[in-house]
């Protein structure tokens, strides 16, 4: 595998891990170390390669929640803000796809905004 610069690795973690899990994308060219950026909202510049997303020539870079970063500060806004969702929002987390669904909670709770702006401040 290329080398890639840590400041640049570092900024794709941050991109990657802002908003919701699945918001943003990059990935790093496993013979290059380029990285490349997507997002649900198109609009980055980048115009990705095609195949960004095999595994055997990139390497995706992981939203905190995949390592479990931001389990902790959910429950916290979850206990704050929407208390009587707590329990719920720990069974949510048992299972595999916890983000996902903790993400169509909020989507059902209209509380998105208030999750990002307190995800923001908190961390």
Same mark, same amino acid.
């Given at each position: 595998?290329?080398?890639?610069?840590?400041?640049?690795?570092?900024?794709?973690?941050?991109?990657?891990?802002?908003?919701?899990?699945?918001?943003?994308?990059?990935?790093?060219?496993?013979?290059?170390?380029?990285?490349?950026?997507?997002?649900?909202?198109?609009?980055?510049?980048?115009?990705?390669?095609?195949?960004?997303?095999?595994?055997?020539?990139?390497? /995706?870079?992981?939203?905190?929640?995949? $390592?479990?970063?931001? *389990?902790?500060? +959910?429950? &916290?806004?979850?206990?704050? !803000?929407?208390?009587?969702?707590?329990?719920?929002?720990?069974?949510?987390?048992?299972?595999?796809? /916890?983000?996902?669904?903790?993400?169509? $909670?909020?989507?059902? *709770?209209?509380? +998105?905004? &208030?999750?990002?702006?307190? !995800?923001?401040?908190?961390?």
């Amino acid at each position: 595998m290329a080398s890639v610069k840590y400041g640049d690795l570092q900024w794709a973690f941050t991109y990657v891990s802002t908003g919701l899990q699945g918001d943003h994308s990059a990935f790093v060219e496993r013979d290059t170390g380029q990285i490349f950026w997507t997002s649900e909202a198109g609009d980055m510049n980048d115009n990705p390669p095609e195949d960004v997303e095999n595994l055997q020539r990139y390497l /995706a870079v992981p939203h905190k929640n995949e $390592l479990e970063l931001g *389990r902790q500060l +959910v429950l &916290r806004f979850v206990e704050h !803000e929407m208390p009587d969702c707590y329990e719920e929002v720990i069974n949510i987390f048992r299972g595999r796809g /916890a983000y996902r669904r903790y993400k169509m $909670l909020l989507e059902s *709770r209209n509380a +998105v905004d &208030r999750w990002q702006s307190y !995800e923001q401040t908190e961390e």
